[in-house]
């Protein structure tokens, strides 16, 4: 999925770190006081703040600009060995300044526990001179860029100005800005087309609880109406929370994942999501892609990286385990990959509660329409709603198991809605196909998909068995019946 999305380049601006990493054993305690002595072992270095997310935008293969203030000093010279390993990276409008300190956060290790963290900042702010220059380098590197990235660690490089100048500038060109934002006052990154604040961030700024999803939803709200664009809540183990500017509300659970350590999980987020929509993804998928993302850096020890295999390996892995079963967001990315091939992608929907020859006809009429098929299941609750408390026989994700085991059938998404109208929508298939017992204006989504250049196709119907009739004759027992009954496509 990853390897049919063509990234573009990123233009990066914020607060350049430097973090250090001490690793040591502890095997007693000092007797000077009660803390612990470690015996040290080794020291690396990696780019922290905005560079990291110049890292992880390069290891996606996205060309990355990094714009920033660094001073002249040992660890200076250590960033630029760090960040230099990575090719990708263009560092020629870096901002040197003998004045001001290379932001350095040290941590210290005993195996995978960290004991304590030493940091060294500047203590002045960024002088006007100084911001100037950072303007001057962030609009010498935009025409080439396909997206901005404000990276605010709250460090003094993005300020209001600073801001202000690179949001208008992009706007003007017509490029999108994401920002990873730490100040509570949101309207200084009004112009920007995406913020993504974590649950304690969306917190501050708003000065609402986040706990629930209810609670995200109007803290959500609230960061919206002061800053006026797109807002993606990270939400550490719950996953992600999207609301965009028509209001919509979308949420994408973080696939399960050992925690070793968080330390700049946000970057990874900020860069992926900057990256799909270098490609042309929309937000939702890239909300998607991102929260797998963070759940591989997260099992990573220290500041890290997410290269292009490994997110492609891990999604593959995620689709293969229920074969091609997809949520709706995981569905919108696989589509937009396959219309880039140019193929023609057909829909279906039902409950589809015990597989019958009438379905498997439909199934089959459906794939021969077009190039791929999605079938789209009723969840249980909505089989319930429809078909009444003892229904459905199987679960959904039997069901969807079943479906997807067909060799016609290339993705299997569960809806939740008495009918797919919110699904057509969202997926926009080329050709939507039920049986013939429906005519074209009872077919749910039919005049939707027209609307975009689609049509919508009648199978013919055939004889077979339905699931009603399937339970009616097992509840009345057996029977010398031997002729099938005529029945029609319409998927129960």
Same mark, same amino acid.
């Given at each position: 999925?990853?390897?049919?999305?063509?990234?573009?380049?990123?233009?990066?601006?914020?607060?350049?770190?430097?973090?250090?990493?001490?690793?040591?054993?502890?095997?007693?305690?000092?007797?000077?006081?009660?803390?612990?002595?470690?015996?040290?072992?080794?020291?690396?270095?990696?780019?922290?703040?905005?560079?990291?997310?110049?890292?992880?935008?390069?290891?996606?293969?996205?060309?990355?600009?990094?714009?920033?203030?660094?001073?002249?000093?040992?660890?200076?010279?250590?960033?630029?060995?760090?960040?230099?390993?990575?090719?990708?990276?263009?560092?020629?409008?870096?901002?040197?300044?003998?004045?001001?300190?290379?932001?350095?956060?040290?941590?210290?290790?005993?195996?995978?526990?960290?004991?304590?963290?030493?940091?060294?900042?500047?203590?002045?702010?960024?002088?006007?001179?100084?911001?100037?220059?950072?303007?001057?380098?962030?609009?010498?590197?935009?025409?080439?860029?396909?997206?901005?990235?404000?990276?605010?660690?709250?460090?003094?490089?993005?300020?209001?100005?600073?801001?202000?100048?690179?949001?208008?500038?992009?706007?003007?060109?017509?490029?999108?800005?994401?920002?990873?934002?730490?100040?509570?006052?949101?309207?200084?990154?009004?112009?920007?087309?995406?913020?993504?604040?974590?649950?304690?961030?969306?917190?501050?700024?708003?000065?609402?609880?986040?706990?629930?999803?209810?609670?995200?939803?109007?803290?959500?709200?609230?960061?919206?109406?002061?800053?006026?664009?797109?807002?993606?809540?990270?939400?550490?183990?719950?996953?992600?929370?999207?609301?965009?500017?028509?209001?919509?509300?979308?949420?994408?659970?973080?696939?399960?994942?050992?925690?070793?350590?968080?330390?700049?999980?946000?970057?990874?987020?900020?860069?992926?999501?900057?990256?799909?929509?270098?490609?042309?993804?929309?937000?939702?998928?890239?909300?998607?892609?991102?929260?797998n993302a963070a759940a591989i850096v997260v099992g990573k020890l220290g500041t890290a990286t997410v290269s292009r295999a490994e997110l492609s390996a891990a999604l593959k892995s995620k689709i293969d385990r229920d074969g091609v079963i997809a949520t709706l967001p995981q569905a919108q990315g696989i589509i937009e990959a396959w219309?880039?091939?140019?193929?023609?992608?057909?829909?279906?929907?039902?409950?589809?509660?015990?597989?019958?020859?009438?379905?498997?006809?439909?199934?089959?009429?459906?794939?021969?329409?077009?190039?791929?098929?999605?079938?789209?299941?009723?969840?249980?609750?909505?089989?319930?709603?429809?078909?009444?408390?003892?229904?459905?026989?199987?679960?959904? #994700?039997?069901?969807?198991? @079943?479906? =997807? +085991?067909?060799?016609?059938? &290339?993705? !299997? *998404?569960?809806?939740? %809605?008495?009918?797919?109208?919110?699904?057509?929508?969202?997926? #926009?298939?080329?050709?939507? @196909?039920? =049986? +013939?017992?429906?005519?074209? &204006?009872? !077919? *749910?989504?039919?005049? %939707?998909?027209?609307?975009?250049?689609?049509?919508?196709?009648?199978?013919?119907?055939?004889?077979?068995?339905?699931?009603?009739?399937?339970?009616?004759?097992?509840?009345?027992?057996?029977?010398?019946?031997?002729?099938?009954?005529?029945?029609?496509?319409?998927?129960?």
């Amino acid at each position: 999925m990853i390897s049919d999305f063509i990234f573009g380049r990123v233009l990066i601006i914020g607060d350049l770190l430097l973090d250090c990493y001490i690793h040591g054993s502890v095997d007693r305690i000092s007797p000077e006081a009660p803390v612990p002595v470690l015996l040290r072992a080794k020291h690396s270095s990696v780019p922290g703040g905005a560079a990291n997310v110049a890292m992880n935008a390069a290891a996606l293969g996205c060309a990355v600009t990094l714009v920033g203030l660094v001073g002249q000093d040992g660890s200076a010279r250590e960033f630029h060995r760090a960040v230099g390993r990575e090719p990708g990276i263009d560092l020629g409008h870096l901002v040197e300044d003998p004045d001001w300190v290379t932001i350095t956060k040290t941590r210290v290790l005993s195996g995978r526990q960290q004991i304590v963290r030493i940091d060294e900042e500047p203590s002045v702010l960024v002088p006007p001179p100084v911001q100037e220059r950072l303007i001057a380098a962030s609009l010498a590197a935009m025409d080439q860029a396909d997206v901005v990235i404000c990276s605010d660690y709250a460090k003094g490089v993005l300020s209001n100005e600073v801001l202000q100048a690179i949001i208008q500038a992009a706007n003007q060109r017509g490029i999108p800005v994401v920002v990873d934002p730490k100040r509570r006052d949101l309207s200084v990154y009004k112009g920007a087309q995406l913020i993504t604040p974590n649950r304690k961030e969306l917190a501050a700024a708003t000065g609402l609880p986040v706990n629930s999803d209810t609670e995200i939803h109007f803290a959500a709200l609230a960061a919206q109406e002061q800053f006026g664009g797109d807002v993606l809540v990270t939400r550490s183990e719950e996953g992600m929370t999207l609301l965009e500017r028509n209001g919509r509300m979308t949420h994408a659970h973080v696939p399960q994942s050992e925690v070793f350590d968080v330390s700049g999980a946000g970057d990874t987020v900020v860069a992926t999501v900057a990256a799909m929509m270098s490609a042309g993804a929309d937000l939702r998928t890239a909300m998607v892609i991102a929260t797998n993302a963070a759940a591989i850096v997260v099992g990573k020890l220290g500041t890290a990286t997410v290269s292009r295999a490994e997110l492609s390996a891990a999604l593959k892995s995620k689709i293969d385990r229920d074969g091609v079963i997809a949520t709706l967001p995981q569905a919108q990315g696989i589509i937009e990959a396959w219309r880039r091939h140019g193929a023609r992608v057909v829909f279906t929907n039902g409950c589809f509660d015990l597989l019958h020859p009438g379905h498997i006809a439909l199934i089959h009429a459906a794939a021969r329409e077009g190039d791929k098929l999605i079938v789209a299941l009723n969840s249980d609750a909505s089989v319930r709603r429809l078909k009444g408390a003892e229904r459905p026989l199987q679960d959904e #994700r039997a069901r969807a198991t @079943v479906m =997807g +085991a067909l060799r016609d059938v &290339d993705l !299997v *998404v569960i809806f939740d %809605e008495d009918t797919p109208l919110e699904t057509i929508c969202a997926l #926009r298939p080329d050709i939507v @196909v039920k =049986g +013939a017992d429906y005519t074209e &204006d009872q !077919v *749910v989504g039919g005049e %939707e998909v027209k609307s975009w250049g689609g049509r919508v196709v009648l199978a013919d119907l055939v004889s077979g068995r339905s699931t009603t009739s399937i339970v009616r004759k097992m509840k009345a027992g057996p029977s010398t019946t031997t002729s099938p009954e005529p029945v029609s496509l319409k998927p129960e």
